[in-house]
C-alpha cells in the first residue's frame, strides 16, 4: 500500500511492526517491510530530469539491486540519461560564469535503507546515527515533507556537479543524488539551481510514495 500524501502514519497506526529478518524486532512507528527504492520513484519526474536525454546503459556496476544483512536492508535505483564521454572538460571562464551549456548526460541515484535494532539501540537510533556520522547543511524543505530530519550537499565531481539529500525516517534512511554535465557549460557540471530543484522533486516523490511501515497496514 502506498501513501497518498507525504504525512507519516507512523504514530497512528498503533500495530506492531513485523520482526526483520536476521535482526531484532522492529519498535513502534518504525519500517518492519522492505522498501523497494524504485517504488519511490515517479516516472513522470524521472521523465522531467532526463533533460530530453535517451537512458543509457550505466557506465558504473549495476546499481539498482538489493543488499539484506542483518544491520540494514539496501535497496537502490538507478537511472542514467546521455554519455560524460561528450562532455569536453573546459577550464572555468571567470569572465563567463553560469553558461548552462546543452545537456550530455544526467543520473538519478535514489537508496533506501531500513536499519534494524542491535546492540542496545533501535533502528531509528541507527538511522540517526549515520545522518550525524557525516553533517551537512540542513534545510527545511525536508521536514516540511514529513520526514524526521535530514541534509543536502551540493558538490563538482570534475566535469560533472551533483546534488545529494539525505533523510531520515524513523529506521529509514533515504540517499538521492541527481547530478550530471552540460556541453559547454560554465563552470563545468549542470546549473547548481537545477541540481537542487531536481533532488528535492525526487525526495518530494520519495515521501508521497513510501509505503506504510508494517505489513497489515
Given at each position: 500500500?502506498?501513501?497518498?500524501?507525504?504525512?507519516?502514519?507512523?504514530?497512528?497506526t498503533g500495530v506492531s511492526a513485523c520482526s526483520s529478518a536476521g535482526g531484532e524486532q522492529a519498535d513502534d512507528g518504525e519500517y518492519g517491510?522492505?522498501?523497494?527504492?524504485?517504488?519511490?520513484?515517479?516516472?513522470?519526474?524521472?521523465?522531467?530530469?532526463?533533460?530530453?536525454?535517451?537512458?543509457?546503459?550505466?557506465?558504473?556496476?549495476?546499481?539498482?539491486?538489493?543488499?539484506?544483512?542483518?544491520?540494514?536492508?539496501?535497496?537502490?535505483?538507478?537511472?542514467?540519461?546521455?554519455?560524460?564521454?561528450?562532455?569536453?572538460?573546459?577550464?572555468?571562464?571567470?569572465?563567463?560564469?553560469?553558461?548552462?551549456?546543452?545537456?550530455?548526460?544526467?543520473?538519478?541515484?535514489?537508496?533506501?535503507?531500513?536499519?534494524?535494532?542491535?546492540?542496545?539501540?533501535?533502528?531509528?537510533?541507527?538511522?540517526?546515527?549515520?545522518?550525524?556520522?557525516?553533517?551537512?547543511?540542513?534545510?527545511?524543505?525536508?521536514?516540511?515533507?514529513?520526514?524526521?530530519?535530514?541534509?543536502?550537499?551540493?558538490?563538482?565531481?570534475?566535469?560533472?556537479?551533483?546534488?545529494?539529500?539525505?533523510?531520515?525516517?524513523?529506521?529509514?534512511?533515504?540517499?538521492?543524488?541527481?547530478?550530471?554535465?552540460?556541453?559547454?557549460?560554465?563552470?563545468?557540471?549542470?546549473?547548481?539551481?537545477?541540481?537542487?530543484?531536481?533532488?528535492?522533486?525526487?525526495?518530494?516523490?520519495?515521501?508521497?510514495?513510501?509505503?506504510?511501515?508494517?505489513?497489515?497496514?
Amino acid at each position: 500500500m502506498v501513501r497518498l500524501g507525504v504525512v507519516a502514519l507512523l504514530l497512528a497506526t498503533g500495530v506492531s511492526a513485523c520482526s526483520s529478518a536476521g535482526g531484532e524486532q522492529a519498535d513502534d512507528g518504525e519500517y518492519g517491510v522492505l522498501v523497494e527504492a524504485c517504488d519511490l520513484v515517479d516516472p513522470v519526474t524521472i521523465a522531467a530530469l532526463a533533460g530530453g536525454l535517451a537512458e543509457t546503459a550505466s557506465r558504473l556496476r549495476q546499481q539498482s539491486g538489493r543488499e539484506l544483512t542483518d544491520r540494514v536492508d539496501k535497496t537502490t535505483c538507478h537511472h542514467q540519461f546521455g554519455g560524460s564521454d561528450s562532455v569536453p572538460i573546459a577550464p572555468y571562464d571567470e569572465f563567463a560564469p553560469d553558461t548552462p551549456g546543452t545537456p550530455a548526460y544526467r543520473y538519478v541515484l535514489v537508496t533506501a535503507m531500513r536499519h534494524h535494532a542491535g546492540d542496545g539501540q533501535s533502528g531509528t537510533d541507527l538511522a540517526r546515527d549515520w545522518l550525524a556520522s557525516d553533517p551537512q547543511a540542513r534545510v527545511p524543505d525536508i521536514t516540511a515533507l514529513g520526514l524526521d530530519d535530514g541534509d543536502i550537499m551540493q558538490r563538482p565531481n570534475g566535469v560533472e556537479s551533483y546534488t545529494r539529500i539525505r533523510a531520515v525516517d524513523a529506521n529509514l534512511t533515504l540517499l538521492i543524488e541527481y547530478g550530471g554535465a552540460d556541453i559547454g557549460a560554465k563552470p563545468a557540471g549542470m546549473p547548481s539551481g537545477e541540481g537542487r530543484d531536481g533532488a528535492l522533486r525526487l525526495l518530494t516523490d520519495a515521501a508521497a510514495r513510501r509505503p506504510c511501515p508494517t505489513s497489515d497496514c
